[in-house]
């Protein structure tokens, strides 16, 4: 079946820097990915659609200034974390939809730690 | 506003019986509704849709019903297993191939 990976797999950093999450699907081509945010025991919400070739679109309440997308090509879409702060810390998941776009392909998360 | 609401936080049952896992949904008509598996620290896994006139799903062991009267979505696992144990996310499907997520489902099998 489709892959999709996320690179890196966790990452912790100190507060204010920025931290940059790619999402990649790894045989087949996507022009829309999903970025979903985690926190414990609760469930997914998607922070944003990121469209290859044109701009995101964002989930009311997402900063657009903060978690900045990038869709550079048909198989990578990047997420960067703008100076993150402890409250950034979060599961981080990526998603690209099937062929017939109902279903999606999820990658296998990045843990951010901001301290 | 829309909700999704998934039973009890933790369904803890006996190897071999079935397991039952409901969703249920307000201000929200799907056109499908989906289901997944998420292991802990990983993303979630795709199992089964059912489309809005669909009545029952069958995969193997699981088992998906829509009511769309009710607004409710049952899965089932017939014969459950260590194995299956996991949180169970219930998904509606939206626009632009959107997924609004239920609160999930853990499930613990014991032997």
């Known amino acids: 079946g489709a892959v999709v990976s996320q690179h890196p797999s966790w990452v912790i950093c100190k507060s204010g820097t920025s931290v940059k999450i790619e999402c990649r699907s790894l045989?087949?081509?996507?022009?829309?990915m999903f970025w979903y945010r985690q926190f414990p025991k609760q469930s997914l919400m998607l922070m944003a659609t990121s469209n290859e070739g044109s701009k995101a679109t964002y989930e009311q309440g997402v900063e657009k200034d903060k978690f900045l997308i990038n869709h550079a090509s048909l198989t990578l879409s990047t997420l960067t974390v703008t100076s993150a702060h402890p409250e950034d810390s979060s599961f981080y998941i990526c998603?690209?939809?099937?062929?017939?776009?109902?279903?999606?392909?999820f990658g296998p998360g990045t843990r951010l730690l901001v301290l | 506003s829309q909700k999704i609401e998934q039973n009890s936080e933790a369904l803890n049952i006996q190897e071999g019986k079935t397991a039952t896992l409901t969703c249920n949904y307000t201000n929200y008509s799907p056109a499908y509704l989906q289901w997944y598996r998420q292991d802990p620290g990983r993303g979630p896994v795709f199992l089964l849709l059912i489309r809005e006139n669909e009545k029952e799903k069958r995969k193997e062991r699981l088992k998906v019903t829509f009511d769309t009267t009710l607004k409710q979505s049952l899965f089932h696992i017939t014969a459950s297993q260590p194995a299956d144990s996991a949180t169970y996310l219930c998904?509606?499907?939206?626009?632009?191939?959107?997924?609004?997520f239920g609160t999930g489902t853990r499930l613990q099998v014991t032997l």
């Open positions: 045989d087949f081509q996507a022009t829309t």
């Open positions: 998603s690209a939809p099937t062929s017939g776009q109902e279903t999606q392909y």
């Open positions: 998904a509606l499907g939206g626009t632009a191939s959107k997924l609004t």
